[in-house]
C-alpha cells in the first residue's frame, strides 16, 4: 500500500528558508512522477513542484520559480522542497503526491500535509 508522511514544517519568518521532506512507502520515486501542492486557508488545493520518474525533468508554479527546488533522494526514498526566500503568501498545508500525470495533475496517493506559515 502507498504511504506518504510529510515532515519539516514550521513558522519561520519571511525571506528565511525551510526544506520539507516526503518519505514514499509502498513504491520507488524513481518509477514514480511526484509533485508537491499546497492549500492556504479558504483557498483551493494549488501545485507548486513536480518531478519527473527520471528526475530529468522538473515543473514550478510561476509563484514559487526562482524560489523553491524539488529534489529527491533514491537511496532514502524521499521528495524534497527546498524552499528559500519563504513570503508570507507561502503559508498552506504543504502536501505531496503520486503518482503525477506530468506536468501537474494529481495522482490518487496524498500524504497527511505538512503546516509552513510564514509570518513576522
Known amino acids: 500500500q502507498v504511504q506518504l508522511v510529510e515532515s519539516g514544517g514550521g513558522w519561520v519568518q519571511p525571506g528565511t528558508s525551510l526544506r520539507l521532506s516526503c518519505a514514499l512507502s509502498?513504491?520507488?520515486?524513481?518509477?514514480?512522477?511526484m509533485g508537491w501542492f499546497r492549500q492556504a486557508p479558504g483557498k483551493d488545493r494549488e501545485f507548486v513542484a513536480a518531478?519527473?520518474?527520471?528526475?530529468?525533468?522538473?515543473y514550478y508554479a510561476d509563484s514559487v520559480k526562482g524560489r523553491f527546488t524539488i529534489a529527491r533522494d533514491i537511496a532514502k526514498n524521499t521528495l524534497f522542497l527546498e524552499m528559500n526566500t519563504l513570503k508570507p503568501e507561502d503559508t498552506a498545508v504543504y502536501y505531496c503526491?503520486?503518482?503525477?500525470?506530468?506536468?501537474?495533475?494529481?495522482?490518487?496517493?496524498w500524504g497527511q500535509g505538512t503546516q509552513v506559515t510564514v509570518s513576522s
Open positions: 509502498g513504491g520507488t520515486i524513481d518509477n514514480n512522477n
Open positions: 518531478i519527473s520518474w527520471s528526475g530529468t525533468h522538473t
Open positions: 503526491n503520486v503518482p503525477l500525470s506530468l506536468p501537474q495533475r494529481p495522482g490518487p496517493y
